[in-house]
């Protein structure tokens, strides 16, 4: 089991800047891909950023790609969402995720969730 814990969201203006953190216990962190995903109200949760589990590869969704990075640090079991240029649309409940293996981009793929995130962008 690995148990993943999220912060950092909160209320921003528009073209500001927030910081999430997502932080794992359980199994080997370093042995799991980690996403982020978000779920805006009325919507579906949506990918944001993946990395796989040495940081070397990263993925984005197209909407935020330039905006937001994916980054981890293994030695501290923690994954973060740097999200700048901050926009209304990306209002929504942000969740971390793990996968055994490597990246991707689908949320049936990934075994283990946090609880999710607020972050609400102000116009």
């Known amino acids: 089991q690995v148990q993943l814990v999220e912060s950092g969201g909160g209320l921003v203006q528009a073209g500001g800047s927030l910081r999430l953190s997502c932080a794992a216990s359980g199994r080997t962190f370093s042995n799991y891909a980690m996403g982020w995903f978000r779920q805006g109200p009325g919507k579906e949760r949506e990918f944001v950023a993946a990395?796989?589990?040495?940081?070397?590869?990263?993925y984005y969704a197209g909407s935020v790609k330039g905006r937001f990075t994916i980054s981890r640090d293994n030695a501290k079991n923690t994954v973060y969402l740097q999200m700048n240029s901050l926009k209304p649309e990306d209002t929504a409940v942000y969740y971390c995720a793990a996968k055994w293996g490597g990246n991707s981009y689908y949320t049936h793929e990934y075994n283990y969730w946090g609880q999710g995130t607020q972050v609400t962008v102000s116009s």
């Open positions: 990395i796989s589990w040495s940081g070397g590869t990263t």
